[in-house]
């Protein structure tokens, strides 16, 4: 996944009818990392990826942290426009230390409660607005290190690039593989089929999908942990497929999923 692609869905996202939803995401998937930033940020990457070539390691929370003055930027701009829509969200005022400690426990996915309750805002909208500051930087790093993943050997649940946990899922149009997409940098990564991609279970008797009646999107299940995976079947699409975009067209797929008594396994 690259930049590109988050350009094209914001410009696809702009031509649909704008409700609340559209139009919150279409803001917050525009982000973008300021012209002054990436020299800074690039030669981190730079830095990142001698050691990522000799060696593949999964990003941790310093290596993709580098410039704060960055991050917080960031955040900022996503929390203006979340305020747009949520006006108790009270993230403007967050002070450096106090965004640093937060997208910390958001990268290592420990529990947002105690800090959100502290700065008097849900941990829904702290975590969306870390997620959305996270997102250009993370895609800068997974655009310049995901060639160098090594596909055939990584077949673990977590994202090559940052650890994320996958979101979305494809079946490539040439062999019908399944790739997963991790749900904060974009990645994606070759995994198996018959496995849950969340707990691991490979008992066939407990893992299932259902489809619509076109077989285009796929709806995978797993029973032992009640979580669930959207995907595309590439072999069944002609012309461009965006995946960012396509995370808002399924948006169905996941209310079936819920009334079904699944949960989403990010």
């Not at 930033?37 to 990003?59: E, T, W």
């Amino acid at each position: 996944m690259t930049t590109q692609a988050d350009t094209e869905t914001v410009e696809q996202l702009g031509k649909w009818k704008q409700t609340r939803y559209i139009e919150l995401h279409r803001k917050l998937l525009g982000l973008k990392i300021k012209d002054s930033y990436l020299p800074v940020l690039d030669d981190h990457i730079r830095q990142i990826a001698k050691r990522f070539a000799q060696s593949n390691f999964v990003l941790q929370f310093e290596d993709v942290f580098p410039d704060e003055a960055l991050f917080c930027e960031l955040f900022w701009e996503a929390s203006s426009i979340i305020n747009e829509y949520f006006p108790d969200s009270k993230m403007e005022s967050l002070q450096p230390s106090v965004i640093k400690k937060a997208a910390n426990g958001w990268y290592q996915y420990s529990s947002l409660n105690d800090i959100a309750r502290e700065i008097g805002i849900s941990w829904e909208a702290l975590s969306l607005c870390l997620k959305s500051a996270f997102h250009p930087i993370l895609v800068r790093y997974s655009e310049r290190l995901s060639p160098l993943v090594n596909q055939d050997s990584w077949r673990q649940r977590i994202c090559p690039i940052c650890g994320g946990k996958p979101d979305f899922a494809f079946l490539n149009k040439e062999t019908g593989a399944r790739w997963l997409i991790c749900s904060r940098c974009d990645t994606e990564w070759l995994f198996l089929r018959l496995e849950c991609p969340f707990c691991g279970n490979r008992d066939q008797d407990s893992l299932a999908y259902l489809t619509d009646e076109k077989e285009l999107y796929r709806l995978y299940t797993c029973e032992q942990c009640r979580t669930y995976i959207k995907a595309i079947d590439l072999r069944r699409t002609e012309g461009e497929v965006l995946f960012p975009l396509e995370r808002i067209v399924t948006l169905d797929l996941d209310r079936q999923a819920s009334e079904a008594g699944y949960q989403p396994g990010w």
